[in-house]
T-cell receptor, first 114, second 112 residues
Framework: QQQVKQSPQSLIVQKGGIPIINCAYENTAFDYFPWYQQFPGKGPALLIA?????SEKKEGRFTISFNKSAKQFSLHIMDSQPGDSATYFC?????????????FGKGTKLSVIP | ETGVTQSPTHLIKTRGQQVTLRCSSQSGHNTVSWYQQALGQGPQFIFQYYREEENGRGNFPPRFSGLQFPNYSSELNVNALELDDSALYLCASSFQGANEQYFGPGTRLTVT
């Protein structure tokens, strides 16, 4: 059972464009939603995270939008650059679970064309 | 501040063998989680260690086991390797009670 569904699987945008990656979750106990960026041959790097008590969070060029009633959240990358080309993963966890295990989406491979 | 480190970087084993992977947590972190990332997939939670004890486990068989040491470093052991165990094994460190997890570069395991 996939608890976090991520789309699209891949995305190609021009430099300066605004790629949007979407995720949907099923478990209403999830209360922390991070996004990770992974370059080939590297481990995932924590990019930005949000909790369900806010609808939007912005850090630099990265913005998370969160819709609690729809159980959906998305990542927007403003003014995208070729260096943003990577695979992006959404994830979710529940503080009440004790182990804070992360449940990941399947990833979105982003290519930013110069 | 030292980040999460893992060793070795790459490893090739034969089906049926055993393997040990190592992880050093980030300075100040007391919790280590292990994840398996198959090619083209998101990481899957294997288990977490806190205070040298297993603190949560994903859907992985008992031949996946681990240890945590007093300095918070950790080992992942896999017995009776299968071809499907070929993956990137990621270690993440965190502070117990905090959601943020920081990943190491991973160990690429190939089982032939």
């Amino acid at each position: 059972q996939q608890q976090v569904k991520q789309s699209p699987q891949s995305l190609i945008v021009q430099k300066g464009g605004i790629p949007i990656i979407n995720c949907a979750y099923e478990n209403t106990a999830f209360d922390y939603f991070p996004w990770y960026q992974q370059f080939p041959g590297k481990g995932p790097a924590l990019l930005i995270a949000i909790r369900p008590d806010v609808s939007e969070k912005k850090e630099g060029r990265f913005t998370i939008s969160f819709n609690k009633s729809a159980k959906q959240f998305s990542l927007h990358i403003m003014d995208s650059q070729p260096g943003d080309s990577a695979t992006y993963f959404c994830a979710a966890t529940s503080s009440g679970a004790g182990s804070y295990q992360l449940t990941f989406g399947k990833g979105t491979k982003l290519s930013v064309i110069p | 501040e030292t980040g999460v480190t893992q060793s070795p970087t790459h490893l090739i084993k034969t089906r049926g063998q055993q393997v040990t992977l190592r992880c050093s947590s980030q300075s100040g972190h007391n919790t280590v989680s292990w994840y398996q990332q198959a090619l083209g997939q998101g990481p899957q939670f294997i288990f977490q260690y806190y205070r040298e004890e297993e603190n949560g486990r994903g859907n992985f068989p008992p031949r996946f086991s681990g240890l945590q040491f007093p300095n918070y470093s950790s080992e992942l052991n896999v017995n009776a390797l299968e071809l499907d165990d070929s993956a990137l094994y990621l270690c993440a460190s965190s502070f117990q009670g905090a959601n943020e997890q920081y990943f190491g570069p991973g160990t690429r395991l190939t089982v032939t």
